[in-house]
């Protein structure tokens, strides 16, 4: 491959701040970065928002917002209104959250798959963390090395050219602190960023899901002030 | 387990002759058949006019038709009305063809591994076929394998139990002819079944795609007339 050539990646974008962290560590690596978001029933539309506002200021060279029907399918609290988004638990290891959604990264790497082979990107980069919050079983390594095995006999491109999929998971190792640090070092500005399961109809933070508790605790032991809380 | 627990499967239905066969080989196996069907901006959107009546008369459980935005993504035939699907083709085994859509059953099967999760499926039943048409990587018992293996590690149902979820690929080693007879011996209606790619605004078959072709092959090496042409 020639220095000058570009190289595509996918990057998956939740609005949140480790897919905000990913997108940046993606462009340091000198991709040129496509960022994919999806619309999936979730209670917190104001994610897309957040997004929209992320890939811009990550420099995405497109932002593709892709509406997925997962409400259709039932069973999360992030996506059927009758279940409960639960607030303060003391333990969050303690076995797979309600707000898990079945198969969720399985789904959202399976359009980043095609929309990689669309536009030739061979590098698909995933803000999971496994190191923080083992909850969900989609966001362990030995998925991805599976999902990207089989990205690799599922498509046309890697049939035909001797190249492959590369699935990039560059925090999936990384402490919440760890990876605020890094973000910040790369200029991520974490004021754009969501990540509450839960906002109210203004799209503030409620402050006590899961997902509140774990940024809190995160920018706590960075020795930093989250910038997203006025 | 006990041999009068009802064993739910997935199973993936478009409509086509394939999947119909495959619907019918699930029921006569004792699954409870949860038919899953995608509207996908494709042209040929009187597939899911088949897919219901084929649901119907295989005695699904349910049936579920999720809207999913591979338009968005273009890059095929089936979906970008910019490209046109080829007519009369001498060779169809020469390479991968423009109406391959990139990474199709790998979100086919995605959607359905999270449907097979939520209502405590163990089993996902999809009617690719490597024999007659080897032209899309996604029909290959290779993919499929991974693509199980993937599965297992993606969910907290397999996480959580002891327990493996089976893709089933019943036909994917037999010709179209072998296809028809069995469901015909299973009692499949394919009068009700679609398979063009190109149909015309009243539904009615082109009978110059790929799609159609080989359907008449197959009704021709069954030494039976296809019921769905008048």
Same mark, same amino acid.
């Given at each position: 491959?020639?220095?000058?050539?570009?190289?595509?990646?996918?990057?998956?974008?939740?609005?949140?701040?480790?897919?905000?962290?990913?997108?940046?560590? &993606?462009?340091?690596?000198?991709?040129?970065?496509? @960022?994919?978001?999806? @619309?999936?029933?979730?209670?917190?539309?104001?994610?897309?928002?957040?997004?929209?506002?992320? @890939?811009?200021?990550?420099?995405?060279?497109?932002?593709?917002?892709?509406?997925?029907?997962?409400?259709?399918?039932?069973?999360?609290?992030?996506?059927?209104?009758?279940?409960?988004?639960?607030?303060?638990?003391?333990?969050?290891?303690?076995?797979?959250?309600?707000?898990?959604?079945?198969?969720? $990264?399985?789904?959202?790497?399976?359009?980043?798959?095609?929309?990689?082979?669309?536009?030739?990107?061979?590098?698909?980069?995933?803000?999971?963390?496994?190191?923080d919050y083992?909850?969900?079983?989609?966001? +362990?390594?030995?998925?991805?090395?599976?999902?990207?095995?089989?990205?690799?006999?599922?498509? &046309?491109?890697?049939?035909?050219? $001797? +190249?492959?999929?590369?699935?990039?998971?560059?925090?999936?190792?990384?402490?919440k602190?760890?990876?605020?640090?890094?973000?910040?070092?790369?200029?991520?500005?974490?004021?754009?960023?969501?990540?509450?399961?839960?906002?109210?109809? &203004?799209? +503030?933070?409620?402050?006590?899901?899961d997902s509140c508790i774990l940024r809190e605790k995160g920018?706590?032991?960075?020795?930093?002030?989250?910038?997203?809380?006025?």
């Amino acid at each position: 491959m020639s220095t000058n050539s570009i190289r595509k990646s996918v990057v998956l974008l939740s609005g949140g701040l480790d897919s905000a962290t990913t997108l940046a560590i &993606a462009g340091e690596q000198g991709f040129a970065c496509y @960022a994919l978001s999806f @619309a999936y029933g979730q209670r917190h539309s104001v994610e897309i928002e957040a997004a929209k506002r992320v @890939a811009a200021a990550g420099k995405a060279v497109e932002h593709k917002i892709i509406h997925i029907d997962l409400a259709a399918l039932g069973g999360s609290a992030l996506t059927d209104n009758s279940l409960t988004v639960p607030k303060d638990r003391a333990d969050m290891n303690d076995g797979i959250p309600i707000t898990y959604v079945p198969a969720r $990264n399985t789904i959202f790497l399976s359009y980043a798959l095609a929309w990689a082979e669309i536009i030739g990107a061979w590098d698909i980069f995933i803000g999971v963390n496994a190191m923080d919050y083992s909850g969900y079983p989609d966001c +362990r390594p030995d998925f991805i090395a599976a999902y990207e095995k089989m990205a690799n006999l599922a498509t &046309a491109a890697a049939t035909q050219e $001797n +190249r492959r999929f590369h699935i990039h998971t560059p925090i999936i190792q990384m402490t919440k602190a760890q990876i605020i640090r890094q973000g910040i070092g790369l200029g991520v500005d974490y004021a754009i960023t969501h990540s509450c399961y839960d906002p109210d109809s &203004a799209g +503030r933070p409620c402050g006590h899901c899961d997902s509140c508790i774990l940024r809190e605790k995160g920018f706590a032991e960075a020795g930093l002030p989250d910038p997203a809380i006025a």
